[in-house]
C-alpha cells in the first residue's frame, strides 16, 4: 500500500496541474469568448466538442483499465506496446471519420480538418500520463502538462484578441496538444517506450481489448451525453445559441474537473485496501461516495442560485442566455461526482 506521505504528495501534485489547467481552461475560455462573440465561440465549441467525442472513442475504455494494469503487472512495457497498438489503430479510424464528417457535413474547409490531428496525440499521450499516474509520480506529468497549458494559452489569447479565427484558435490548440506530446515521449523516453512494436504481445493485446470493450461502451455513452448536445444545437438551430450554451457548459465543466483531481491519487489506494479487505474497501468507499456527495450539492446550490451574476461578471451581457443554462446544467454536478468513482470502483 502507497504511504500517506506519497499519497498526499502525489495529490499536491495533481492539484497543482489541475488548478493549472482549470485557471488556463477558465480565464482563457472567457477571454476568447468575450472577445470572439457567441457566434464564433458557438462554432470554435462545437468542433472542439466533436474532437472529445472522437478522443473518447479513440481511448477504446483503455484509461482506468490502463490505470489498474500499470499497478497489477510487472512488464510496464508490454502493457504500454499493447495499449499503444490499439490505440493506434482506433485512432486512425476516429481521425479519418472526422475528417470527412468536418469537411462534407459542416462545410468548415479543409483546414479545420486539423482537429483529426488532435485523436491522435491525445489518446497517445494519455498513455504515458498513466503509466505516471499509477506510479504516483504525478509531478512528472504536472511539469510537460502545465509547460504545454501556459503557451498553449497564450497562444489562444493572442488569437482571440488580434485574429479571431476559428482555424487559428484551434492551430493554437494543437501547438498545445504538439508540445505535450512531444515532453511526454522525451520524459518517458528512458523507462516506457510507445513506438516499440517488435515484442507484441498479441494474446495479451487482445485479452486488453476485451477487457476494455464493455469501458469502451461506457466512455462513449458518458462523452456524448457531455459533448453531443453542442453539435445537435449547431445543427438543428444556429451559432449563437450554441455559444451560449458552449459558455455554461464550459463553467460546469470546470467544476466537473474535482474528481480528475482527487480520484486519480486515490485509485492506487482503493486496489490496495481491495487486496487487503473487503470490509476495509467498502467503508472507504461508502466515506469517498459521502464526501463527494456532499461537496457535489454544495457546488450545485451556490452555481444555481447565482447563475446570472456569475455568467454576468465572467461573460457580459452578450451571453444573458446562458444564465439558465449554467442553473439547470448544474442539477448534474453530484450525478457526475459519484458516477466518476463508480466507474473506477467497477473497474477494481
Same mark, same amino acid.
Given at each position: ?108 474547409? /479543409?483546414? $479545420?480538418? !486539423?482537429?483529426?490531428? +488532435? &485523436?491522435?496525440? @491525445?489518446?497517445? *499521450?494519455?498513455?504515458?500520463?498513466? =503509466? ?91 462523452? /456524448?451525453? $457531455?459533448? !453531443?448536445?453542442?453539435? +445537435? &444545437?449547431?445543427? @438543428?438551430?444556429? *451559432?449563437?445559441?450554441?455559444?451560449? =450554451? ?103
Amino acid at each position: 500500500m502507497h504511504s500517506v506521505k506519497s499519497i498526499s504528495s502525489n495529490s499536491l501534485f495533481i492539484l497543482i496541474e489541475k488548478a493549472c489547467k482549470i485557471l488556463t481552461y477558465f480565464l482563457v475560455g472567457i477571454v476568447v469568448a468575450r472577445q470572439i462573440g457567441p457566434e464564433v465561440f458557438g462554432k470554435y465549441s462545437a468542433l472542439l466538442s466533436l474532437t472529445v467525442i472522437f478522443t473518447a472513442i479513440a481511448s477504446s475504455g483503455l484509461n482506468s483499465l490502463l490505470a489498474k494494469e500499470y499497478i497489477v503487472n510487472k512488464d510496464k512495457q508490454k502493457v504500454t506496446t499493447a495499449a499503444t497498438f490499439i490505440r493506434a489503430m482506433s485512432s486512425f479510424v476516429c481521425a479519418i471519420t472526422l475528417f470527412f464528417i468536418i469537411f462534407f457535413y459542416f462545410d468548415y474547409g /479543409l483546414a $479545420l480538418a !486539423i482537429t483529426s490531428i +488532435f &485523436i491522435v496525440m @491525445m489518446s497517445l *499521450t494519455q498513455i504515458i500520463d498513466l =503509466y505516471f499516474e499509477s506510479a504516483l509520480q504525478n509531478i512528472t506529468v504536472s511539469k510537460y502538462k502545465v509547460i504545454s497549458y501556459i503557451i498553449g494559452s497564450m497562444g489562444k489569447l493572442v488569437v482571440a484578441i488580434y485574429f479571431p479565427n476559428v482555424f487559428l484558435l484551434f492551430l493554437a490548440h494543437l501547438i498545445e496538444l504538439s508540445i505535450s506530446f512531444s515532453l511526454a515521449i522525451l520524459i518517458s523516453n528512458k523507462k516506457i517506450k510507445l513506438y516499440q512494436f517488435k515484442n507484441l504481445d498479441l494474446n495479451y493485446t487482445r485479452e486488453l481489448f476485451f477487457k476494455s470493450f464493455p469501458l469502451l461502451l461506457s466512455s462513449i455513452a458518458s462523452i /456524448l451525453y $457531455l459533448k !453531443i448536445d453542442q453539435v +445537435f &444545437i449547431i445543427s @438543428m438551430m444556429d *451559432t449563437k445559441s450554441t455559444g451560449e =450554451y458552449a459558455a455554461a457548459v464550459r463553467l460546469c465543466e470546470g467544476i466537473f474537473i474535482f474528481t480528475a483531481i482527487i480520484l486519480p491519487s486515490v485509485f492506487p489506494n482503493l486496489i490496495a485496501k481491495k487486496n487487503i479487505s473487503e470490509k476495509i474497501f467498502y467503508i472507504y468507499l461508502k466515506k469517498l461516495v459521502m464526501l463527494l456527495l456532499v461537496i457535489g450539492i454544495c457546488m450545485t446550490l451556490f452555481t444555481s442560485l447565482l447563475s446570472e451574476q456569475i455568467v454576468s461578471f465572467l461573460y457580459g451581457e452578450d451571453y444573458y442566455n446562458s444564465a439558465i443554462i449554467l442553473s439547470i446544467y448544474s442539477l448534474s454536478i453530484p450525478i457526475v461526482y459519484v458516477g466518476d468513482l463508480f466507474s473506477r470502483w467497477l473497474v477494481i
